[in-house]
């Protein structure tokens, strides 16, 4: 196993098992070929052409075009195509969140090839014997990964909240982080990558932060997705990341990047320059 294996798990599918999703000529989506009679069922909104799926006769307005689709989406739930609705809602975007055409519930931007954001925080402490690096796991409940490792704070980014108000939510909920603690956490960049899942495809976007913590600071999870914390010598997280798949998929992508940024991985490394385009794969 190597850090470019974690790289290109994220990067894994084929442009031709999808077709676009377009409204008035721009590209909202990528759902897969094998899914387009789903969208046959709605005539009245969408046409399969040579070119993808068109919306037809989408409302002029976001509100008008957020409730064409929640109407959709309602019944592909109650039918078992899409598996769950999740509650938070996404902004549906060719380019960044604030370019939102419209709004769909976040369990759902996979089976439409949509863009989703998140957040994603490093949570580190320096000490006598070099950095730690707080590593959560997930609960056995989870719909998700279930007992796999995680970054320290991790979350999807829902439309109406700024990047600074998530990610203190996050923290609040996933660490029991304080605001004023949170509000320290530094921007250090963007991941992104393209995957092809079990829901459909995953374009996502994650902003990533790093957060240096009180050596006496203690994560305390309060919404139930964590069933513990470990705060861990960066090597032994590296070592995990490289050897194992004992992280939830993406997380690796988060630590890669800032083992690159504190030179824990090395310019001489032979795949250096391949890890770090592959941290940031064009957005699809």
Known sequence: MSFLDKIRACNAWDPRDFTPFLLDGERLGLPRLSSLDHFRRWPEHFEITAEGVIWINAPDDFAGRTAVLAGVVRHLEAEGVVSHLHGELYPVTAGNREQARCLIDRACAPFFGMRAFGQHLN????????????????????????????????????????LEENLRKECAEEAGMPGALADRAVAVGAITYCRDSERGLKPDVMYCYDLELPEDFQPRGTDGEVESFHRLPVEEVREIVRDTDEFKLNCNLVIIDFLVRHGLIPQTDPDYLEILRGLRSPPS
Do not use: K, Q
């Not at 320096?126 to 719909?143: F, H, K, L």
């Open 123 to 162: 949570g580190f402490v320096r000490t006598a014997r070099g950095i730690e690096m707080w590593i959560g796991r997930r609960s056995a409940d989870r719909r998700l990964y279930p007992g796999y490792l995680d970054n320290l704070v991790a979350g999807g980014l829902p439309h109406g909240l700024s």
